[in-house]
Every structure is written in C-alpha cells, then in structure tokens.
C-alpha cells in the first residue's frame, strides 16, 4: 500500500524535495490532527461519562449536546490559568518534560497503519520504532520529576521509571514472539501476516490475528500495555492518594493539559500497537476502505479498557507492582518467547 506522504506528493502539481517535504509535512498534519480529535473525545468528554457510569452518577451533560462543549471549556479553563512556576525548579528540564510526553506518543503513530491508505511511513524496523518512540516519554517523566524542586514529584518520576523499566520489557519481549510468527518487523508485513483465515465456525471466516494464535502472549501485551500507560491497577506514578500527583504535581495550564494530553495518546498509541501485533490492524468485516473505521473501534476499545480498570480495581501497593513486574511478567514473557521459538522451529521443520 502508498504511504500516504507519497499519495499526497502524486497529486501536488510540482516534485521533487519540496513536494516530498510538503507531502510528508501535510501526511503528519493530517494524522497528529485525526489522533488529537480522538483525545479531545477521549479526555474531557468520554473518560467523564465513562466514569460516571461506573458509579452510577451523572456526568456533563449541561453544556451542549450531550454535554460535548465541555470540550471547548476545558480547554479555554486550563489555558487561561496562570502558569505558576515553582521556585528551585530547574527550568530548562522543567520546560522540556511536558513538552515529550505528547511528542513521544506521536512520533511513534509514524510507523502505524491505520488502514484506508493512512499510514505515514512504513520501514523495516517499524516495530522497533514504535517502542523506541514511546520510551521517549520515560525521559520526559524523571525530568518532570527532577526539575520540579517537589519531594513527591521526585517519587513520582522515579515510580515512572521503575514502572517502565519493570514493565517494559515484558511489553518487548512479548511483542519480539510475534516477529517470531513473522519474520519481520515491518508493520505492513505484521498486518498482512494475519489476513489469512485461521478456520471457519458455522461458515463464519475466524482471521488469522495472532490475539487469536496466541492468547496467552495477548493477555501479557494487554496487561504490560496497561502498565505501561500508567492506568489501574497501575497508576503508582501518579498516585493521588499517596503523592499527590506524582511528577505532575507542581505543573498547572498549558503544561498540564500537554502532559494531560500526552498520556491519552499513550493510551492510544499502546491500544494501536496493540491492534497491529494482535488483532490485523485496521483488517476487519466489509471493504478495504472501512480500515480507518476499525482501527479505530480497536484503540477506543483499548480505551475504554483501560477506563473500566481505572474505575473498577483497586491500585497496587508499590512492592505488589515491581514484584509483578520483575517476577511475573518478565518471566511469563520469557517462557512465552521460548514456547513460541520452539513452535515456530517445529513448523518449519513440518
């Protein structure tokens, strides 16, 4: 399939560099604007009603349809706030940290196809990318954390390291198992990968998604995935009632509605991560055209996920969430690597 860089660059009236760079600046444009839609949706709104379903309340419901305006005056309240900057804060990192959260999670939608043509660029290391691009936000945490001059976020951007740390490499480790399936670790040839049909129940076509192959390494990407964003029973960096709000604490305006902003397109780029290595991508019933729309349907889903955790289980003690980390996870991801090494091996043998 096209990038969509070089669709658009087909129908610029001129070539060369410039129509390469107008291209690839518009295809960015284009997919940073669809994804920040998405958290607008996402934030104020959905994780308000999502919520308040949960516990059996009303939420906005006052300020246009279906309380959808909330959006636009919750941007204009968090904007028009003061910036207060905290004193002894180390400026030049305490400016920076809010600036990568958001930055890391859409840098690593690049290599993301989201189906329908939209699929910004496609190299041979996608995978590797993808979660080279998010570990960026890990960086921008310790500085929050740092720069601060505040004892809790201090806590905060360390619990944030040792989560990713504890966490993150069973989320690679169980990703690596299904390069094993594929050989690669291009995104597009991930998705293809499991466009075959693994059998038919009743007629009915089941795909060959690797959620499906493999549910054991599912499970382990899902709950990896969830502590990765930092969502219950997770959420130790932030922790409201034991530090506050973690490496956040001393931010307030467009700082905090950039780290805000930030950690639900985690949520989304790990759900899209997700949808690729598992569930076909943007693959689903009906035409090729519909991808953009089940792609879709599959990060929300991972979205809605993660708020049905957050309003559903409780939060793990610090002890509880590295011992899961570092003597759970890491050690199932690694007997699922072997496991599958050795069913691959044997496959190829047949």
Do not use: C
Request: charged share 10%.
């Amino acid at each position: 399939m096209t990038p969509l860089p070089d669709a658009i660059a087909n129908l610029l009236p001129f070539g060369g560099l410039a129509a390469d760079v107008l291209a690839a600046l518009l295809g960015a444009f284009l997919i940073a604007n669809f994804l920040l839609i998405n958290t607008a949706f996402a934030g104020p709104w959905a994780k308000r009603k999502i919520t308040a379903a949960f516990t059996d309340r009303i939420a906005v419901n006052r300020i246009g349809p279906f309380g959808l305006f909330v959006i636009v005056a919750d941007a204009v309240r968090l904007l028009s706030k003061e910036l207060i900057v905290p004193e002894g804060a180390d400026r030049p990192a305490w400016d920076l940290g809010p600036l990568l959260i958001p930055f890391s999670a859409l840098l690593g939608f690049a290599v993301i196809p989201m189906g329908s043509g939209i699929h910004l660029a496609d190299p041979e290391t996608g995978l590797a990318f993808a979660f080279a691009a998010s570990s960026i936000a890990s960086l921008g945490l310790i500085m929050m954390g740092y720069a601060s001059n505040n004892k809790y976020s201090l806590l905060g951007g360390l619990r944030a390291v040792a989560s990713n740390i504890a966490y993150e490499i069973p989320l690679i480790v169980t990703g690596v198992s299904v390069v094993l399936f594929t050989g690669t670790l291009q995104m597009s040839e991930i998705v293809a990968a499991q466009e075959a049909t693994l059998f038919s129940v009743a007629g009915i076509a089941i795909p060959q998604w690797f959620a499906f192959v493999n549910p054991f390494a599912f499970a382990l990407f899902v709950v990896a995935n969830v502590a990765e964003v930092g969502r219950n029973p997770f959420d130790i960096p932030e922790a409201p009632t034991e530090i506050v709000a973690g490496y956040q604490t001393e931010y307030s305006s467009v700082y905090f509605v950039l780290i805000y902003l930030g950690e639900f397109i985690h949520i989304f780029l790990g759900g899209a991560i997700a949808a690729t290595l598992f569930l076909g991508g943007p693959a689903g019933p009906g035409p090729a055209a519909l991808g953009i729309v089940w792609f879709t349907a599959k990060i929300w889903a991972f979205f809605l996920l993660t708020q049905w955790l957050r309003s559903a289980v409780p939060r793990l003690r610090v002890d509880q969430f590295i011992e899961i980390g570092w003597k759970g996870m890491l050690v199932l991801s690694f007997a699922n690597l072997v496991l599958t090494a050795v069913i691959v091996g044997v496959l190829t043998t047949l």
